[in-house]
């Protein structure tokens, strides 16, 4: 058998209810609807016929001025003065009904191509102006504006639209963000129980009534139990009663009514800046009229009360700002004093965490991560981080409850149930996140928020709860709610930040395209001067060994030594010159890659070291070297100069001792050249790999400064490292990187 839940069945089917149309109007009153095109009547509800004396349906399509001819040309003039906006009081007009003279307040609004006319009797004894209750009205304006506070103000207005009414209870009924109600005040007598505190759930008022709401702000319910009067027409489209007074409501909320023990209600609406903030919600144990006049003066309290409360809102709001923007104002100056924004954000946690009244931040960019107060562990950010690249890329992100939108958070509740986090950068994916803990609640509900399933007719349905007795939940894995301030505050210094990223990227920009700009100067100024240069240095050295040969009898010995000194500076600077020729010459040569044995090439270098270094003893340790992808000679190169060093650095040593190694870390593959040489000194480290460098005297050991300048150019533009170390007179070992080839482990 299948058993059907309240979560098998159409649980929108109240949203959906189309309650702008219910096709009838509440009994205490009639409603006359008016073509405009030739303002005859179109709509005519059916307690007409009691006031007009003949069948409702025979006024249809009859003209007004036949009907009403007394306020024939006042309404036309009303239609005239300006469009129809809401419902507009007209006046109060009296007439014979049944040989008696009845008061009926005429309200009129505007329903598409109709003029919608309703009239209300005036209840016997009721104010007849709103000159009778202006010093109420007065008192009550006076008590609002002297208000300090929100809850002031809540709880005034209750206790004013009550004394106005004379209802049983008034609540302020307040909506949160899922438009959830709470009572936030309440002024009441005896005849009905307290409800202060409560929370009503979202479905007891569907999207459709709120917009009802926001758009006509009083309705009002004399009799839960009233039989609904229709509307007659021959146009079989329904009228459109958004904005009338006499609107009949659905029968779910009637019966919603007395199952609270409410017989007569009365709402007006509380909005701030346009949007529905709340209501005054109005409720009496039996019937009861409230005449329109005081209902007026109720909405005209109201709209005071709304103007009041934003202006509340409005100098917390503008207070907050202020404070929080001088929270900025440090963070902004901490930024400027940093080498890089991010350490004036991180050096400076209070103030960071402070600006959006949490308790743990983090700020994350590419691979790094810094975790400052109560925050999740470092791999639970960095995995949230990834979480909020990937699906939540808007600018601004806010949440009181992590775990709902990202169940990883589950796990950390007690440090991040909130979470607020801006975005920095889209290029490198950066965030400054922040975290508040969970706040356990207790909320009380006005009666289980599950509405029951009953079965009628066979047919399962939905009902309004029947109890209100308080209902307990408790809530968890939600923090306190980030205010708007707070959200302000953080997107200001996203911008300020963003500001800060974008200028020194233009900075670096700017400086990169005039270094590369410099470089390529430099390169070719450097080629031209090196290849120019290398004529005239063989051309000394060649006549200078000419001379010595062929004038060597005439010379003395001090000229021929002379011619020596000539010979061997010349030849020293052309093979400077030689060097850095090929120096600006790896940075303008295109890379031809491929994948490469290396073992074979070192092999080929050492043996061609032995010729050159005569009778020294040298012993060789070569360990395996993997494959590599790089171009072929340039590679050459290096281990050309880091093994001939090697050689060069060790000639004080009876035995010289080189070592050649390699390691793969990660994703690239460390080559080292290690030898028991003269070492240096690792305080001068950094002018090893620079062009001219020398950490040794060209008497003690030849060479041109260049060959580790090469070393380094070669393996950066491979995408390597190269770095040494050593000590003075115990040796040194050079370290350079390459990236693995693809596939490699």
Same mark, same amino acid.
């Given at each position: ?54 069948? =409702? ?166 009799? #839960? ?213 969970? $706040? ?12 029951? $399933?009953?079965?009628? =007719? ?114 020293? #600077? ?172």
């Amino acid at each position: 058998m299948n058993v059907q839940t309240p979560q098998d069945l159409d649980l929108t089917a109240c949203e959906r209810e189309p309650i702008h149309i219910p096709g009838s109007i509440q009994p205490h009153g009639i409603l006359l609807a008016v073509r405009l095109s030739d303002m005859s009547l179109s709509y005519v509800s059916a307690n007409a016929a009691c006031v007009f004396g003949c069948d =409702a349906a025979s006024l249809l399509e009859r003209p007004f001025r036949e009907v009403l001819p007394d306020f024939a040309g006042e309404l036309e003039a009303e239609l005239a003065d300006s469009p129809v906006d809401g419902s507009r009081f007209i006046r109060t007009f009296r007439m014979e009904v049944a040989g008696a003279v009845r008061s009926y307040d005429a309200v009129l609004s505007r329903s598409g191509d109709h003029a919608v006319l309703e009239l209300e009797e005036v209840p016997p004894g009721a104010v007849a102006s709103l000159d009778t209750l202006y010093p109420v009205l007065r008192r009550s304006v006076e008590q609002l504006q002297g208000a300090s506070t929100v809850d002031t103000l809540c709880r005034l207005a209750a206790e004013d639209v009550r004394r106005l009414t004379g209802f049983d209870r008034v609540l302020i009924y307040r909506f949160d963000p899922q438009w959830n109600g709470t009572v936030t005040a309440e002024d009441r007598n005896e005849n009905l129980p307290s409800y202060l505190d409560l929370r009503f759930p979202a479905s007891d008022i569907p999207a459709q009534a709120r917009e009802l709401y926001r758009r006509n702000r009083l309705r009002i319910i004399s009799d #839960a139990n009233y039989t609904p009067v229709p509307i007659q027409s021959h146009d079989p489209a329904p009228l459109d009663l958004s904005d009338s007074v006499l609107r009949s409501v659905s029968p779910v909320h009637l019966e919603y009514m007395r199952n609270m023990g409410t017989l007569a209600s009365m709402s007006i609406s509380i909005l701030r800046d346009g949007a529905l903030w709340g209501l005054i919600s109005c409720h009496s144990k039996e019937p009861k009229r409230i005449p329109l006049q005081v209902r007026n003066a109720c909405d005209f309290l109201t709209q005071i009360f709304s103007l009041q409360l934003e202006a509340r809102g409005s100098t917390e709001l503008a207070e907050d700002r202020v404070r929080l923007g001088a929270v900025q104002a440090k963070l902004l100056a901490h930024m400027a004093a940093e080498e890089s924004f991010i350490d004036g954000l991180v050096k400076h946690p209070d103030d960071l965490m402070l600006l959006a009244g949490a308790q743990g931040a983090a700020v994350v960019s590419g691979n790094h991560c810094w975790c400052l107060g109560q925050t999740p562990g470092e791999e639970g950010v960095k995995a949230l981080f990834a979480w909020l690249s990937e699906h939540h890329q808007e600018d601004v992100f806010a949440t009181d409850h992590l775990a709902g939108a990202f169940p990883e958070a589950e796990g950390y509740v007690d440090r991040a149930s909130g979470l607020l986090s801006i975005s920095i950068s889209k290029m490198h994916a950066s965030y400054v996140l922040w975290f508040r803990p969970e $706040v356990v609640q207790t909320v009380k509900w006005g009666g289980d928020p599950n509405k029951p $399933v009953s079965e009628e =007719a066979g047919v399962k349905r939905l009902h309004p709860r029947r109890s209100f007795e308080t209902w307990k939940e408790i809530v968890r894995g939600h923090s306190l709610p980030w205010d708007q301030s707070e959200i302000e505050a953080v997107k200001e210094l996203r911008n300020t930040v963003v500001g800060i990223v974008l200028r020194r990227a233009e900075e670096l920009a700017s400086l990169t395209d005039e270094l590369r700009r410099s470089n390529k100067e430099l390169e070719a100024f450097s080629h031209s001067v090196s290849h120019d240069l290398r004529a005239p240095f063989r051309h000394i050295v060649g006549y200078s060994e000419l001379l010595k040969k062929q004038e060597a009898s005439s010379l003395s010995e001090k000229g021929r030594r002379y011619v020596d000194t000539i010979i061997d500076s010349a030849y020293t #600077a052309g093979t400077l010159v030689d060097n850095l020729l090929n120096f600006s010459q790896m940075g303008r040569t295109a890379l031809k890659p491929r994948h490469l044995d290396l073992m074979p090439m070192v092999e080929e270098i050492r043996q061609r070291l032995l010729m050159e270094i005569g009778e020294r003893r040298v012993e060789w340790q070569v360990a395996d070297l993997p494959e590599v992808f790089a171009d072929p000679a340039m590679i050459r190169l290096v281990f050309e100069n880091l093994m001939s060093n090697a050689v060069k650095y060790t000639r004080p040593r009876s035995v010289a001792h080189i070592e050649i190694g390699s390691c793969r870390d990660g994703h690239e593959t460390v080559f080292f050249v290690r030898d028991n040489g003269v070492g240096f000194d690792m305080r001068y480290v950094n002018k090893l790999f620079g062009v001219f460098q020398r950490l040794h005297r060209i008497e003690e050991f030849e060479g041109t400064g260049i060959g580790l300048a090469n070393v380094r150019r070669i393996v950066e533009r491979h995408g390597g490292r190269s770095w040494a170390e050593g000590a003075l007179d115990q040796g040194a070992t050079f370290y350079v990187s390459l990236p693995n080839p693809e596939g490699a482990a």
